[in-house]
Each structure stands twice: as C-alpha cells, then as structure tokens.
C-alpha cells in the first residue's frame, strides 16, 4: 500500500476512535476476525451493521471478492496503541539506541487498574488465616520453621537495633550464618529500620511475606509484559500466582522464612535474564543481527541489568544454604542459549556479553561476603563463580560451533560432557566442599517424614492431580504453553521463552522430587499459564489472542507492551467472571485449606500463655521452663515461652517415645531440669488406654485413664480435650501416720480452666507406721476423716507436708 493511502487510514481510524464510544471495541472485534480470516462477512463480526457501515464509508474496511478484510491492518492497529505511521509505510519503529519496555501501565489507566486488581487479589489471598495469626496482643505464625527465623531476628536486635549498624552482619553468631545469613540479616534490618522493639519485629514477622509477594507480583507482572508484550498476560500470571496453593501456604501473613527472600529474588532474576533477551530479540526484529548487537552492547539500560543481575546473583547464594540448586536452571539457560546463539548466527560472546558481566558482578559479591564475613557454606559461595567460569567456556564453544557451522546438537552434547567432567573435577580436588554439597544435597533433597518431602506428583493424588491441589490448573496451562514454546524454539530465535521454559523444566523435575519446590516453580509457569489462559479466552472469542500468537506484524506493533486493554462488553463480562471462577476455583478451595493445616488455632495459643503465666510465676528459666510437644509445633511453644525456638531436636528424639509410654511418672526423672512442661493434642489418639498420651489428653493425669500421675499438673484444657498443657512438678510429698499395711486414700477437688474433677490416688502405710503419697496439686487433701492442706509452693518446690495424728 502506498503512504499515502496508509496514513489516510491511520488518520480515518484515529477519527473513528475519536467520534465513538465504543471505536476501540469494534475495532478490536473487527482486528480479531481479519486475523483469523483472509476475508469475511458481516454476519462474521459482532458489531452493529450502523458501525459496521461507518468502517466501510471511512475506508477502514473494504470489500473483496464480494466479501470484506481490513485495508491496513498495521494502520489501525497504529492507530488504537497510539503510535504514528512512518513515511516507509509501517508503525514507527522504536529508538534502537534508547529502546526500553514499558510494563503496559503507563498511559493505559485500564492495565494500571487491572495490575491494582489482581494485587488485591493476591493481598487478600494471602490474608486468609489472619485470625488465627493475630490473637490478643501475640502474633502467631503458622507453622514451625518462622520461629526459627524470629529466634534469630530477635537474637540480633538484642545486640543492636540501629539499621545502619553492619558491623553486626560481619559479625553475625555461627549459627546464624551457617546456612541463611542474608535472610537473618535482612529480618533484621526491616525491623531495626521500624524501631527495633518487639512491636517492630512482630510486624516483620506478621507482614514482611505478604510485602514481599506483593513486590513479586510485580515482578512476575513485569516479567510477564517484557516476555510476551501483552500485560493481560501479566494480569492474568498474577491472579495465578494469587491462587496457587503451595505458593499462598509459604507466603501467608505471618510466614516469616528464607523462602519470601528466595522467592522475590529468583523473580528479579528471571526478570532481569528476560529483559536482556527480549532486547536483543526485539532489536532483531527490526535490524539485523550485527546491528541488533551493537544497539543493545551501547544501550545504557543494558547494562543497568546487568547490574541488576549481577546483585541478585551474588545475595542469593546467601540467602539459604539450598541456594545453589536454583543456579541449576541459570546454568542450563546459559548452555542452551548458546546453542540457540549459534544455530542463528548470533554470537554468543558479544550477545551474552552482560549476563557475563552479571555473573562476574555476583561472583565477586558472592565470594566477598564469604571472605569478608565467613557468610555461607564455600561451595555455595562460590556456586556462581562455578557457573561465570562454564558460562564463558561454552559461549567459546558456541562461538567455534557458529563460524564452523556445526549441527547444535553436537554442541548440547559437548557441554553435558564438559558438565559432567566438572561435577567430577570438583569431586576429586575440592573433597571436602564435595562432601558439604553432597550432605546439603541429601538434606534438602532425600529427607523423609516431613509434609513437604513427598512429591509434586505423589500417587496420593493419583499423580496427574497433585499440582492441580498444590497449583492450581496453571499448571496445565503452563504445561501446554511449555509444550508451544519448545515447538517455537525449534523454529524461532526467541531467548526468552528458552529461559522460562529451562527454569520451569528444571524446577519441575526439583518439586517432583519434593514438594518444596513448587513454589518456586510456580513463579515461570504463572507466567506461562498467565498466558494460556489468555489464549483460551481468545479460543472462544471473548479475547483477543495474546500477542506472541500473533503474525510477526502484529507481534511488531504490541512492542513495548503496546497491547492496549479494552472493556469487554456485558454479556462478555459474565462469560469472563464464569471462566475465570472456573479456572481460579480449585485455589480458592485449597488456599485457606492448606494455610488452615499449619495455623495454630486459639486453644493451643492459650496452652502457651497458661504456660508462660505459670513459668513467670514460679520464675522458672529455660531450660527448666522447657515445653515439650510434637516436634513441628515445638518451636512455637517455646518461643512464647521462654524465646528458645532455635531448635526441635530434643523434641523430635523424644516425644514420640513419651506419649507412647505407659509411664509417664517414670519420664519424670529424664525430664528433671531439662522439660517443665507438657502439651498434647488430639492430632493423634492412641487406641490404646496406658499411654501418656491417653492418661494425660484423655485423662488428664487423674487415673480416669490409667495410673493418677504423681508429677504432671494440669494448666490448661479446652472444652474438648484437644489440646492440654501440664506442667512437670516435683509435687508434694504427704508424709502421714497410719496402721501398717493400710491402704489409704487420698484426694482433692481440682479446678483448672473451667476443668474441674477430683484427684485420688491412694498409699499403702509402710512397716514404720508412716504413709508417703507425692500430688501434683495445690488443696485440701483428704485422707480418710483427715485433712491436710498442700500449698503451690510445696509443689513446685518438691516439698514434704507432714501430718501427724
């Protein structure tokens, strides 16, 4: 078409949109079926015949053969992002030498408005056990492994509550820097930056994940546009984020852990590989090869990433001590890509040129902390150092592979040879950095016996249904839109799609191994099922289809995320809700489910403070105050009680023997200065009638179960007997006279927490006339016509009470 010709059209569709109400609409509606059909009827399109006639009169449609088709495609489609037309005859091409993507949001208040919308969205799916968080001034978060992190962020705030003190981090405990010091040190800082008191920590501890999600929101939005250049992609990959179970139970309100740090950065990260590769490709897609590379090596916001990866690279080797595994699908992505890099005549040194910088960048700040700060484990220290050093020997590699003009494959199978005779390398010169690996490698990855060691696709759930409990059916959307990109890559240069579908491929394997890691793999596949889920909205003509389905120019002019959002009509809008419902509903049924298992309910939050009422009392310390308890709750228990929540070892080697015992008397000596309290609860009933936990949860400790227990007294009880608290006692030793051989009976009336029963328990008079019975109560004992009277401070101090007469 002439220029002239496609400006008038340009300017006809611009007064179009100007005239009517609803102008973006039927274009849109008009746009969609040319796609699909070279040319079509009226009764093909869903628009008025009075719209319909103006389109035809302005030019902007035209007939054909007896039919109709868009006269310029490219013009209106210029014309509804904005853009102006070139007097070359197409859109107008973007600066090369200052290129950079806009997220969809500035200019377009509708994008803006739907990123705000599934923000909330995600905000309030993550508040969905908020009740049983904030209970009375306390901030209870769910689940065990928090308290560990609160342990530490409490420790370090003791030592110093001003944010500018980073002489701290360098000195740091052992025990915190063994495995996750950037993740203590940044608890710390965010609650030494709100004060530093307690208030400020039970904020961090309350807030900080959902913050942090928030934040990845974002980025996976971003990630989203940059990717695919339409933010209702973005839109829809957070609304996914947002209601994928496994993710929502390690993000809730309250779950303060390594894995909101984790999470949030292994985002960046992806955001800041993609934005490297979708440069150079859009670059590409309107120069050639040579000069792509040269505007994207000048371009000063290249290398603004670069830093930016180089920064995330190097603080998330510190971040956990499971670190190095995430560095598995950065390593794959670097192979792969330059095997991409060489089949298309791309070369991979100069087009890879600032994702070496970055990794040379987080190298550095990797090995420093290490060196500097003894932060980490040196394997993972230097893990980014390992991938810097493979990275710049296959981009040699693909670069031989690129002038020789070898097959790829060859080159794939080159560097899985290389990888596996560094795997070996490192083995047999660094022994003992193997041998740190290989443990830390078995812990995160063949522990057994705990919720979130089984895996992603567990026969439980007859394989196939596991993700759609722990993700939701983004899972198999994501899955099919994996499926579409591999295909792609065969045929395309498309850098971006290789990393999400490499990190999405790798983290997979990793959650079928346990389960742990599918929120993590969560973050690429929201993206990818953010985008199937947008193409099955167009596949029943209620959307537009997304862009990377379009012709090349179309994909060409939604550059820059120029996909402009419209409103849908009514009817549309019902069909929309419905579907959505339809594709969101499993996660709107498992998130408060899922959260809902590790959430402490209030009986159990009562137990703690009875406890705590009763050791501030009796001024017991840790270790006398000591609460022992299921192992996955013992940490919880212990913070609130004396602040100890560091460890559940002892916990965990020896409850599961006690409540099985027939003799919990018999513990008392094992527990002396070491346990001074007990808590049970009815997650696991005995079928038997002579366990502790039977005597003590059933009952309570008074022989209605058994033997009446001589140094266990009752705390707490909730109406139902599912969770109790006692506390271990020396007791009181009665000492009595009586006829030699007697039997004698002795009892009180005991009122506990709305429990009120009678303890008995009964003596046999000794040879020397005397009687010597130990009660875990305070009271008026009664034995036979006597009496006599046992204060709380005979109990707890392990006192004789004598009664003569």
Request: charged fraction near 20%.
């Amino acid at each position: 078409m002439v220029d002239d010709d496609r400006v008038a059209i340009h300017e006809a569709t611009t007064g179009f949109l100007e005239d009517r109400d609803d102008g973006e609409q039927a274009l849109e509606t008009v746009l969609e079926v040319d796609s699909r059909l070279e040319t079509w009827t009226f009764k093909d399109v869903e628009v008025d015949s009075g719209t319909f006639g103006e389109l035809v009169s302005r030019g902007i449609v035209e007939k054909a053969d007896g039919e109709y088709h868009v006269a310029d495609c490219e013009a209106v489609q210029a014309a509804l992002t904005g853009e102006d037309v070139t007097a070359g005859g197409g859109p107008a091409l973007p600066d090369l030498e200052n290129w950079s993507p806009t997220l969809g949001v500035w200019g377009d208040i509708r994008a803006l408005a739907g990123l705000v919308g599934a923000l909330c969205f995600l905000f309030a799916m993550r508040l969905t056990q908020y009740g049983s968080v904030f209970q009375g001034e306390d901030v209870v978060s769910p689940g065990n492994d928090p308290y560990y992190y609160r342990y530490w962020m409490d420790e370090l705030l003791s030592q110093s509550t001003n944010p500018g003190d980073f002489g701290l981090l360098a000195e740091m405990p052992q025990g915190a820097i063994r495995d996750r010091p950037l993740t203590h040190a940044l608890n710390w800082w965010f609650a030494a930056l709100l004060g530093g008191d307690q208030a400020a920590a039970d904020t961090v501890a309350a807030w900080l994940p959902v913050v942090a999600t928030l934040a990845l929101g974002v980025v996976v939005y971003a990630l989203a546009v940059v990717v695919t250049r339409d933010p209702r992609v973005g839109i829809a990959s957070v609304v996914l984020l947002a209601v994928a179970p496994v993710h929502a139970v390690y993000t809730q309100v309250g779950f303060l852990e390594h894995r909101l740090h984790q999470y949030f950065w292994l985002g960046v990260t992806l955001l800041a590989l993609a934005w490297l590769a979708m440069d150079l490709t859009r670059r590409r897609e309107q120069a050639g090869t040579r000069e792509a590379i040269r505007g994207h090596l000048r371009s000063p916001i290249t290398w603004v990433w670069a830093l930016m990866l180089g920064f995330t690279l190097g603080i998330s080797a510190h971040l956990w001590g499971g670190s190095s595994l995430l560095f598995m699908p950065l390593a794959a992505y670097i192979g792969l890509k330059a095997a991409l890099d060489a089949r298309d005549g791309v070369s991979p040194t100069l087009a890879n040129l600032p994702l070496l910088v970055g990794l040379g960048l987080g190298s550095t700040l990797s090995a420093w902390l290490y060196v500097a700060w003894d932060w980490q484990m040196g394997f993972v220290a230097f893990t980014p150092a390992m991938v810097l050093g493979g990275a710049l020997c296959v981009f040699l590699l693909g670069e031989l592979w690129r002038t020789l003009e070898f097959h790829v494959g060859g080159l794939v199978v080159l560097e899985a040879a290389l990888t596996g005779l560094g795997i070996y390398l490192f083995r047999q010169f660094r022994p003992a950095d193997w041998a740190d690996a290989q443990t830390r490698a078995d812990d995160l990855l063949l522990r057994e016996g705990y919720t979130e060691s089984v895996s992603l696709f567990t026969p439980e759930y007859m394989v196939l249904f596991g993700p759609l409990v722990q993700l939701g059916i983004s899972f198999y959307l994501g899955v099919a839109v994996m499926g579409w990109a591999i295909w792609l890559l065969t045929r395309r240069y498309e850098p971006a799609w290789l990393l999400l579908t490499v990190y999405a491929a790798v983290l997979m394997v990793l959650a079928g191994i346990q389960i742990r890691f599918a929120a993590q793999f969560m973050i690429p596949i929201a993206v990818l099922g953010g985008l199937g889920f947008v193409y099955l909205l167009s596949a029943i003509d209620l959307s537009r289809r997304p862009v990377p389905f379009r012709s090349t120019e179309d994909r060409r002019v939604a550059a820059d995320g120029g996909e402009k959002l419209s409103f849908p009509e009514r009817q549309k809008v019902v069909y929309l809700l419905g579907i959505g419902v339809l594709v969101c509903g499993m996660g709107l049924l498992f998130v408060p489910g899922l959260s809902g298992q590790i959430a402490y309910s209030e009986s159990e939050h009562a137990a703690t403070q009875a406890i705590d009422d009763h050791a501030t009392e009796w001024n017991r310390t840790y270790p006398e105050n000591f609460v022992l308890s299921a192992w996955g709750e013992n940490r919880m228990y212990n913070y609130f009680v004396s602040g100890e929540s560091e460890r559940y070892g002892y916990a965990r080697s020896n409850f599961g023997e006690f409540r099985s015992s027939d003799d919990p008397d018999g513990y008392y000596g094992q527990f002396e200065g070491r346990v001074g309290y007990v808590i049970l609860t009815d997650l696991e009933r005995d079928v038997t009638t002579d366990t502790a936990q039977r005597q003590l949860l059933g009952g309570l400790g008074t022989g209605g179960e058994g033997e009446p227990l001589a140094h266990y007294q009752l705390l707490y009880a909730d109406e139902d007997r599912s969770t109790v608290a006692f506390a271990v006692v020396p007791g009181a030793t009665i000492n009595a006279t009586g006829e030699s051989g007697e039997t004698v009976a002795v009892s009180t009336e005991v009122n506990v927490f709305g429990e009120s029963f009678t303890y008995e328990t009964e003596g046999k008079v000794g040879n020397n006339g005397r009687l010597e019975v130990t009660v875990p109560y305070a009271g008026e004992y009664t034995l036979g016509e006597r009496t006599v009277t046992v204060n709380e401070g005979d109990v707890i101090n392990g006192r004789e009470v004598v009664l003569e007469g």
